[in-house]
């Protein structure tokens, strides 16, 4: 009777262990494919103007039982800028502006996540722009996680994905971009993320 009370006592202690043991984050990349990083503007209160940095990598770690705990951390190649203009372009690459030749790189590295809803979270991190650093929060949803629906017909598809969208307003001027204000600018990024091999 002894023996036996032992024997449950003990199998009920590593139950609870095993099911106390929080699951592993999972480490995943951008699609470049399926990874755009937007940004909006106001030109002098006449119009709405956009343009697009086209080359993002980024990584995150997230465990889907614990989204409090996930990090991201991204690097934006701030020469590949694009507006649809070539002129503009130019000018929004030069020191005028990003000065991508001292300043290649945009970075967004997450210092913490407040999830707000079943879907959505509040991501805040640290933006580096023309070398300034800012403390931004991006708003994000998380619109997929799991297997893409495109695995079963694509090899390229298999495996688990994670995708989601985030939006942020920042001043340009706080990071030292531009001798005058263009007002607030908007940022949109969709990106999906394929689990790391």
């Given at each position: 009777m002894i023996h036996s009370l032992k024997?449950?006592?003990?199998?009920?202690?590593?139950?609870?262990?095993?099911?106390?043991?929080?699951?592993?984050?999972?480490?995943?990349?951008?699609?470049?494919?399926?990874?755009?990083?937007?940004f909006s503007w106001s030109h002098a209160g006449v119009s709405v103007q956009t343009a697009e940095f086209t080359v993002a990598n980024g990584t995150l770690d997230l465990d889907a039982e614990n989204p409090a705990g996930a990090s991201l951390n991204v690097t934006v190649d701030a020469n590949s800028l694009a507006t649809g203009f070539g002129p503009l372009d130019d000018h929004v690459k030069s020191a005028d502006f990003l000065d991508v030749a001292t300043y290649p790189d945009i970075t967004f590295v997450s210092t913490g996540v407040e999830?707000?809803?079943?879907?959505?979270?509040?991501?805040?991190?640290?933006?580096?722009?023309?070398?300034?650093?800012?403390?931004?929060?991006?708003?994000?949803?998380?619109?997929?996680?799991?297997?893409?629906?495109?695995?079963?017909?694509?090899?390229?598809?298999?495996?688990?994905?994670?995708?989601?969208?985030?939006?942020?307003?920042?001043?340009?001027?706080?990071?030292?971009?531009?001798?005058?204000?263009?007002?607030?600018?908007?940022?949109?990024?969709?990106?999906e993320m394929k689990a790391a091999e």
């Open positions: 024997s449950v006592s003990t199998a009920a202690i590593t139950a609870f262990c095993l099911s106390t043991v929080p699951a592993l984050a999972v480490t995943y990349k951008t699609d470049q494919g399926h990874t755009e990083v937007r999830v707000t809803g079943e879907n959505t979270a509040n991501v805040t991190g640290d933006l580096t722009i023309h070398g300034t650093t800012q403390p931004v929060t991006l708003e994000t949803t998380l619109t997929h996680i799991g297997a893409h629906p495109l695995g079963g017909a694509i090899d390229y598809y298999k495996g688990d994905w994670a995708a989601f969208s985030a939006t942020t307003v920042i001043d340009h001027q706080a990071f030292g971009v531009g001798g005058f204000s263009t007002g607030p600018i908007t940022i949109d990024i969709v990106t």
